[in-house]
C-alpha cells in the first residue's frame, strides 16, 4: 500500500505542476498582450503632437498675395523676406 500511495502523491504533484505551469503560461499571454495594448495606445496619443513630420498640429494661416491660399505659418515666420521675394517673382 506504501508504494501506492507514493505514486498517487507523484501523480498529484505532477497535475499541481502542469496547472500551475498552464497558468503561468495564461499570465505571461495575459501580460504581453497588455504590454502591445499600452504600446498601441502610446503610439496612437503621439499622433498629431509637436513632432517633426506631424502635419496635424501645424497651424496655418492665408497666405498674403494669394486668394484663398492656405499656408502654414511657421513656414512663413521662419523666413518672410524670401515668401515675398517668391510672390513677387510668380507675378
Known sequence: MGSSECTQN????????DSYAKAAKVAGAVAAGVGVLAGAVALLSTVGSEQPGATAAK?????????????YRDDFEDNPKDYFRGLRNEK
Open 10 to 17: 507523484d501523480m498529484k504533484n505532477k497535475e499541481d505542476s
Open 59 to 71: 497651424k496655418t494661416m492665408k497666405a498674403p498675395g494669394r486668394q484663398g491660399t492656405r499656408m
